[in-house]
């Protein structure tokens, strides 16, 4: 297992729809692991393929409760409404208010291939329409109410 490089805005993989995968080869297996290296190592709560320069409809993301993969990922619903901060590991030092569903419910494959259903409210919901997008070729920043703004990160050894 590796960390990849993660490719920022302006990189024309961010732009493109990515392909469907037909099957999970242990190439797949590694890109996966890889990517959530890479997640966990940016600190990141979702990263997509062609985040790492991979054009293949794959997906992980992880909220806190445990790594989810998506390979293939759709929309199934989606309810309510949220408005709030949205970043990405694509476009670094940056966020912006995006209006997302509450709620979302979602098919997908997991790493065997096995259909399953997943469904996700709140930062969840945020993270599996954020991490979509980026499969067919779209930034958050497309959606951005008003200006980006800088993001700062307040260095832990600081809070004494």
């Known amino acids: 297992m590796a960390t990849r490089v993660i490719r920022e805005m302006g990189d024309e993989v961010l732009t493109k729809v990515c392909k469907e995968v037909t099957k999970v080869t242990p190439r797949t297996r590694v890109l996966i692991d890889d990517m959530l290296d890479t997640m966990y190592e940016a600190m990141g709560v979702g990263l997509a ?94 959606k951005v109410e008003g200006e980006l703004h800088d993001v700062g990160y307040e260095d832990e050894e600081d809070e004494d």
């Open 49 to 142: 393929a062609p985040q790492v320069g991979v054009l293949k409809r794959i997906v992980v993301i992880d909220v806190g409760e445990g790594p989810i993969v998506m390979i293939n990922p759709v929309i199934l619903e989606t309810s309510g409404e949220q408005t709030g901060d949205e970043g990405c590991l694509s476009v670094p030092g940056k966020s912006g208010i995006v209006t997302r569903p509450n709620y979302v419910k979602a098919k997908a494959y997991n790493e065997d291939m096995e259909e399953y259903i997943i469904e996700g409210e709140e930062l969840l919901a945020r993270a599996i329409c954020h991490e979509l997008d980026h499969l067919d070729g779209h930034l958050y920043v497309e």
